[in-house]
Nanobody, 120 residues
C-alpha cells in the first residue's frame, strides 16, 4: 500500500503561480513513476505530468508544456508540481499518482486531490 497526501492547491488569478506537493509513504520502494493528474468538472481525468523513478525522465501534457514543471525530492519522498502562467482552463482537482510494480502488473495509487481554481 502507498499513501499519498497532496497540498498546495488554492485560488489564484490568471497568470499566477502555485506549487503542489505530494508526500508518499508506505510501500514506495517499487514505485516506477509518480505524477499529477487533473480532473475538471464534466471531464475525464487526464495526465498533467509524471516523472519516471529510474532516470528521472519527465512527461508533460501538451497543454502545460513550458508552464508547469514536475520535480522530486527522493530523500523526502515528495513530488512537486510548479505551475506558472496559470490559465482559467487549468482549473481542476489535481490528483497525485504513484505507479507501483505489483506481482501481476502495475498498480496505481491516488491521493484525495487538491483543488486549483484559476480566475480570469
Amino acid at each position: 500500500q502507498v499513501q499519498l497526501v497532496e497540498s498546495g492547491g488554492g485560488a489564484v488569478q490568471a497568470g499566477g503561480s502555485l506549487r503542489l506537493s505530494c508526500v508518499a509513504s508506505g510501500s514506495i520502494f517499487s514505485t516506477t513513476a509518480m505524477g499529477w493528474y487533473r480532473q475538471a468538472p464534466g471531464k475525464q481525468r487526464e495526465l498533467v505530468a509524471n516523472i519516471i523513478t529510474d532516470g528521472g525522465s519527465t512527461n508533460y501534457a501538451d497543454s502545460v508544456k513550458g508552464r508547469f514543471t514536475i520535480s522530486r525530492d527522493m530523500a523526502k519522498n515528495t513530488v512537486y508540481l510548479q505551475m506558472n502562467s496559470l490559465k482559467p482552463e487549468d482549473t481542476a482537482v489535481y490528483f497525485c499518482n504513484a505507479r507501483v510494480r505489483g506481482t501481476w502488473g502495475d498498480i496505481n495509487y491516488w491521493g484525495k486531490g487538491t483543488l486549483v481554481t484559476v480566475s480570469s
